[in-house]
């Protein structure tokens, strides 16, 4: 597994992680109508973790199997390349998606809290990163070694 291949599957399983916890969050005030369990302490613990989490996977993921691995080659950054492009393309998906769904949730006349806009960000931000993380080790599994797929 090289490098590229460990960042993204690093960033894959943060992500996830991250995304558990604001769809559990989502799905206590929206769906449920109430403030979820947990002072802030617990949130703040958590997230934490979750950044202590990330710091050991990157410092794991920058390691090299040998001194003489490469950066990276020709192949790595078309891989690169092409995982951007397809966030890119789902960015125009996602984006305007979470423009849609407070709307179709709460209708024209209801009104969302202001604090909640930049979660609601982040969380498609998330998803982009996921997505990017995602097709990069989709190409990897799908790519042979002599590149004639």
């Known amino acids: 597994m090289n490098r590229t291949q460990k960042t993204a599957l690093c960033h894959l399983v943060v992500v996830l992680l991250t995304l558990a916890m604001l769809a559990y969050i989502f799905f206590q005030l929206f769906v449920?109508?109430?403030t979820p369990e947990g002072g802030r302490l617990l949130k703040l613990i958590i997230l934490i973790l979750l950044f202590l989490l990330y710091g050991s996977l990157i410092v794991w993921s920058l390691k090299?199997?040998?001194?003489?691995?490469?950066?990276?080659?020709?192949?790595?950054?078309?891989?690169?390349?092409?995982?951007?492009?397809?966030?890119?393309?789902?960015?125009?998906?996602?984006l305007p998606a979470v423009s849609v769904i407070p709307q179709t949730?709460?209708?024209?006349?209801?009104?969302?809290?202001?604090?909640?806009?930049?979660?609601?960000?982040?969380?498609?931000?998330?998803?982009?990163?996921?997505?990017?993380?995602?097709?990069?080790?989709?190409?990897?599994?799908?790519?042979?070694?002599?590149?004639?797929?």
């Open 32 to 34: 449920l109508k109430k």
């Open 64 to 94: 090299r199997q040998s001194p003489k691995e490469p950066e990276a080659d020709e192949r790595d950054k078309l891989i690169t390349t092409r995982a951007a492009m397809a966030a890119f393309i789902s960015a125009w998906i996602v």
């Open 105 to 149: 949730i709460f209708g024209d006349d209801g009104c969302i809290p202001a604090w909640s806009l930049p979660l609601i960000i982040f969380g498609a931000l998330l998803i982009l990163m996921m997505i990017y993380s995602a097709a990069i080790l989709v190409q990897y599994f799908f790519r042979s070694g002599d590149g004639n797929k």
